[in-house]
């Protein structure tokens, strides 16, 4: 424990030490100077408040436990006494002032030992608030009322009993919390518990040299000096955490400058243009989304999204709703991408593919847009579709007319070979009259053109189509081609679109005659009793 206590304590042997030797060699020391008295009571008060203020940061911050409240409480009091000690001349006042802060003071040290626990039940500022008053009226009340404080000197000017017993106890206050962040410092050797040790310590032995000194001797400046020390140990052990805290914050700030013109960088020289919403207004763009809106500077691009596009979009709903409804959608799923016309600022429209994020900054909520001008894709593909609708057409004129002139010549007089030909000719054209509707709905589909009708048909005549041009492939193969249609009646009729569904049973069907190497393919049409749908039964064996 005595190791303990001196590898804890080291810093207080020096002035002790230094003390010592000097008033051995002059034991007759006497200096009657209130002025240095003053410097050295008034700047360690003010030590003290700082050291309070240090305190109650790293408490709020989480770096010191709760119960080093009581050492707040114990530099308030203590600065706030010594403080007005220093502002009175020497004498009862004086000294009552000055043995009042070392009892009051050692009394809040020693608390120390109360455990985090018990001590959260008195952080409160109240508590705080009324300390300062408490302790700022007393020094009032002593100052202006001296004849009610107890007698600190006698005719001798010396010392009487009850001053020396306020520094004792209170000095035996101090002693009690050195005990304390020594014990600590054995456990854990952490700095804030060395420079607390060694503050407490000189704190405990000018208590206790109160006793030995008189008026402006030797003795009476050693622990003033003592306690001096100990504010100064204390106070550069703060100047250095906050020395340390400032570097960080530096480089903490640094670090976030060199993000903040990293992100300015990407933001800024993006390919995309890039828009910032909050509350339904855009709040930031970069150079590219003012580029492509066709503005000269970022304040005019600052409004509402449905301002940049045409009243309408091209599904007939408005633009200004339905930007509502995607943001809103955006803002409940995190993410959404569609496609958007916009308008440029000289009224001319052009397509974009937009993808919004939601951002959760600050306790905001931000989308984060990002725009690509697809005009030209769009209308690449609108090129692409009536090209293929022009193709289309062009190519349907002649199949149709092979196909006539085939239907002619199934009529005449042909053997029998010479009607296989025919029919050959005829199933492969309305094949290839198949295949070119499939492109052409593809091309539709792409741009969103496709339409579904519905009318009345009878699926025994889409059934019968579709055996008459793939009987001849199924029996090329080897394979047997069966159908099988379950109707109320012969001449039922169904609601739809006749040509969808052929071109989808078509469609079903040749891939199973195509992908089936033997055996047989069935399509069965039946009516869902459920629901009353056509459903297909497509088999293969």
């Known amino acids: 424990m005595l190791k303990s206590l001196w590898s804890s304590s080291s810093l207080a042997i020096a002035p002790v030490l230094f003390g010592w030797i000097i008033f051995y060699f002059f034991p007759n020391f006497h200096w009657n100077y209130p002025l240095f008295h003053v410097f050295l009571e008034g700047g360690g008060a003010l030590i003290a408040f700082m050291l309070a203020l240090f305190i109650t940061t790293m408490i709020k911050q989480g ?35 000055h043995s009042s802060a070392t009892l009051i003071g050692g009394f809040f040290a020693a608390l120390i030992w109360v455990t985090p626990e018990v001590s959260q039940k008195f952080r409160r500022k109240v508590y705080l608030i009324l300390l300062i008053m408490a302790t700022i009226g007393f020094s009032g009340w002593s100052i202006v009322y001296p004849e009610m404080s107890l007698t600190m000197l006698d005719e001798d000017k010396k010392f009487t009993l009850s001053a020396k017993v306020f520094n004792l106890v209170g000095g035996l206050g101090f002693i009690i919390s050195w005990g304390y962040f020594a014990l600590k410092y054995h456990h854990k050797h952490h700095p804030d518990s060395f420079y607390f040790s060694n503050h407490f310590c000189l704190f405990g032995l000018a208590g206790v040299l109160f006793e ?18 100990a504010y100064l140990l204390l106070a550069l052990h703060f100047a250095q955490i906050y020395w340390a805290d400032l570097n960080n914050l530096t480089r903490q700030a ?26 339904g207004f855009f709040i930031d763009c970069n150079e590219k989304a003012i580029k492509m809106m066709g503005y000269d500077d970022k304040q005019s691009m600052l409004i509402q999204p449905g301002d940049l596009s045409p009243p309408k ?30 308008r440029k600022k000289n009224g001319d429209d052009f397509w974009v593919d937009v993808l919004l994020t939601r951002l959760d900054y600050q306790d905001k909520q931000i989308i984060h847009v990002v725009l690509r001008d697809i005009s030209k894709q769009i209308e690449a593909q609108r ?39 025919i029919e050959t000719i005829q199933v492969s054209g309305e094949t290839l009259l198949l295949i070119l509707n499939d492109i052409l709905d593809s091309s539709k589909m792409d741009v969103g053109e496709i339409f579904f009708q519905e009318n009345e048909f009878n699926p025994n005549d889409i059934l019968e189509h579709i055996t008459l041009l793939l009987t001849q492939s199924a029996t090329n193969k080897n394979i047997e081609l069966t159908t099988e249609i379950s109707l109320p009646e012969p001449h039922y009729y169904a609601l739809g679109d006749p040509d969808r569904i052929r071109q989808v049973l078509m469609n079903l069907a040749n891939n199973a005659i195509k992908f089936t190497e033997e055996g047989e393919v069935s399509l069965k049409l039946v009516i869902n009793e459920n629901n009353n749908r056509l459903v297909l039964l497509n088999k293969i064996y």
């Open 383 to 421: 090129v692409k579709s009536e090209f293929l609708a022009n193709m289309s057409h062009e190519l349907r004129t002649p199949i149709n007319g092979v196909l006539g002139i085939t239907e002619l010549l199934s009529n005449t007089q042909l053997n029998k070979i010479q009607k296989n030909y």
């Open 63 to 97: 770096r010191l436990e709760t119960n080093y409240i009581w050492l707040i409480a114990c530099f308030i009091s203590m600065g706030t006494l010594d403080l007005a000690h220093s502002q009175v001349q020497p004498g009862q006042t004086f000294v009552w002032l």
């Open 313 to 342: 979009q091209p599904d007939g709903q408005s633009s200004g709703e339905k930007a509502r409804r995607l943001i809103a959608e955006c803002l409940q799923k995190g993410s959404v991408q569609f496609e958007w016309v916009h």
């Open 212 to 229: 030995a000194s008189i008026l402006w001797d030797g003795n009476w400046w050693l622990w003033h000096c003592l306690r001096a020390f």
């Open 254 to 279: 640094n670090a976030l400058e060199q993000e903040k013109e990293r992100f300015k960088v990407l933001f800024e020289q993006s390919g995309y243009g890039i828009v910032l919403i909050e509350n």
